[in-house]
């Protein structure tokens, strides 16, 4: 089954603690991206990936750091969370000349 | 920058009812138009998508149409029903052919009995 999944779907944490959010396809998607959802501000981007080595920041990339090492997985990197970044998380993947973006099911950060 | 602004929620309709959720875009070039949708407890999913100027779209009975002479987008849908409650994003890709989506702060629906 065509997917992307996201781990942990739920994480609550301290202020300081570096934490991972790990992001994975299997559509041999050439492009990767992670959004926050918050409430009255929609999605915003955070960082993207246009193919393995290459990534770039999006609207809101303070305090997040990401890498692409494989084609298939995008983590997600808080070196040290603040209460501002709780927030509902989602990576997205696409196709470099598709249309439409498959999202993951979402994680949870709280920080306290 | 590029922008989409939609109505704001929370939308409440009795089943059957005429839905229209308003979305209107920044007019910067031609970009491609989405409308995704949001089920409780999952992540987003594509309901439909224009990608030129009069273009339709249209899914599970939803249709949006591109109307460039009033960067419209609206979402509507003859007669809702109670599996119909989410919330629904609109969406613009750049038009520079970019992967970026920016999206709308999204529509909830709640659809009652």
């Known amino acids: 089954e065509a997917q992307v999944t996201q781990n942990p779907r739920y994480l609550i944490t301290v202020t300081g603690k570096k934490l991972t959010v790990t992001c994975s396809q299997n559509m041999n998607h050439e492009y990767m991206s992670w959004y926050r959802q918050d409430p009255g501000l929609g999605l915003r981007q955070i960082y993207y990936?246009?193919?393995?080595?290459?990534?770039d920041k999006g609207d809101v990339p303070e305090g997040y750091k990401v890498s692409r090492k494989e084609k298939r997985n995008f983590p997600l990197i808080l070196e040290s969370p603040s209460p501002n970044q709780t927030s509902l998380y989602f990576c997205a993947s696409m196709k470099r000349e598709g249309h439409e973006q498959y999202f993951g099911p979402g994680t949870r950060l709280t920080v306290t | 920058g590029d922008s989409v602004t939609q109505m704001e929620g929370p939308v409440t309709l009795s089943e059957e009812a005429f839905l229209t959720i308003n979305c209107t875009y920044t007019a910067t070039g031609y970009p491609s138009l989405f409308w995704y949708v949001q089920y409780p407890g999952e992540g987003l999913q594509l309901l439909l998508k224009a990608t030129k100027a009069d273009d339709k779209g249209s899914n599970k009975g939803f249709e949006a149409t591109y109307r460039k002479e009033t960067t419209s987008f609206h979402l509507e849908k003859g007669s809702v029903q109670v599996s119909d409650s989410a919330v629904y994003f609109c969406a613009r890709r750049g038009a520079g052919g970019g992967n970026k989506l920016t999206f709308g702060t999204g529509t909830q629906l709640k659809v009652e009995l």
């Open positions: 990936s246009m193919n393995v080595e290459v990534t």
